[in-house]
């Protein structure tokens, strides 16, 4: 076995009971010990057992350590985390964590260098997922939809960093939902994808991700008083049906937007019945003046609006009348 090096300590409040994890790698999610993700940035391993939160957790993050494995690594390879947050041999876009110190088989716990390329690293790469957890230590996720899917993105670990994310499959009648763990003050923590071309660029800051860029595109059709539109707000135009006396208000509203800037078309594409239709959002006439509903009521009927940081504003109308 190598040589052992001399170790660098830190102390830092663990994120819950990590009384069973001494020995896994470790990340720091808002100040506090969290274990590592899959490929995910690694910024040492933990080498006591705090069983509850806020209890110091003393993490290793220099020289020479133990890791638990949870694969065969020769030595010399490089190593990176697991789901679990276990040693496993590095591949692809995974974030190097150190480098064996000697050969490791799944479930002992070995001797490695701890690079701590990982914490410094500026983060490369990208992915596609079909569903589940995005990587945010990979800049780039490239979304793809089939059918109804679920998408979640954890908490930042670096205040400035970015995340792109691209819808670049859309198929099977396809609802993509994007959950985010926390945003940014005020703004939504869910996003649906349903058409190839929309885009999303988040930034990590203290608190939460915050939306620096959108790309809207596509379509969306929402029966009055019956479809929620909660993070129905990648689409560039919402479509309409509308069957007799109907309002679609709370979470069935028109979405507010994040950008200023971004722009939207509320049109009639189904008229039923006497329609009488009535979709709520955050309004403003052209006047200025500040509204809450926007009644549509035949198939020629159309609207454009812009998100001015406040309110969608009046830009273009045909017969949509807000108030």
């Not at 697991?82 to 040693?87: F, Q």
């Not at 914490?119 to 490239?142: C, F, M, Q, W």
């Not at 509320?266 to 309004?283: H, K, L």
Request: glycine share 12%.
């Amino acid at each position: 076995m190598a040589t052992q090096q001399a170790p660098q300590y830190i102390t830092v409040p663990a994120g819950s009971d990590l009384s069973t994890k001494q020995f896994y790698f470790m990340n720091i999610s808002a100040g506090k010990l969290a274990v590592a993700s899959a490929g995910g940035r690694v910024v040492g391993t933990l080498t006591n057992k705090p069983d509850a939160a806020g209890k110091a957790g003393s993490l290793q993050f220099g020289g020479a350590g133990k890791v638990l494995a949870a694969g065969t690594i020769s030595a010399g390879g490089a190593i990176a985390s697991d789901a679990s947050g276990k040693a496993v041999a590095a591949a692809g876009t995974d974030l190097v964590a150190g480098i064996a110190l000697e050969d490791m088989a799944s479930g002992g716990i070995y001797s490695y260098l701890c690079t701590n390329t990982a914490a410094i690293a500026v983060a490369t790469g990208e992915e596609t997922k079909t569903s589940g957890a995005l990587n945010v230590d990979i800049p780039i996720s490239y979304l793809s939809v089939t059918g109804t899917v679920a998408f979640t993105l954890a908490d930042g670990t670096n205040v400035g960093a970015r995340k792109i994310l691209e819808c670049t499959v859309a198929a099977t009648t396809p609802i993509g939902t994007l959950t985010i763990n926390d945003a940014y003050l005020t703004e939504s923590t869910t996003h649906v994808f349903n058409t190839v071309g929309q885009r999303l660029v988040l930034e990590w800051r203290t608190g939460g991700w915050k939306v620096v860029e959108k790309r809207r595109t596509g379509s969306v059709t929402p029966v009055v008083g019956t479809t929620v539109l909660t993070g129905n707000d990648m689409v560039e135009t919402y479509n309409l049906s509308i069957t007799n006396t109907v309002t679609s208000a709370t979470t069935m509203g028109i979405p507010d937007g994040q950008l200023e800037g971004e722009i939207i078309w509320i049109r009639c594409t189904t008229a039923g019945g006497s329609p009488v239709g009535v979709i709520d959002g955050t309004y403003k006439l052209l006047s200025g003046v500040a509204a809450t509903h926007a009644a549509v009521n035949a198939t020629t009927d159309y609207e454009q609006l812009r998100w001015d940081g406040a309110a969608w504003q009046e830009q273009i109308t045909n017969s949509v009348t807000l108030s």
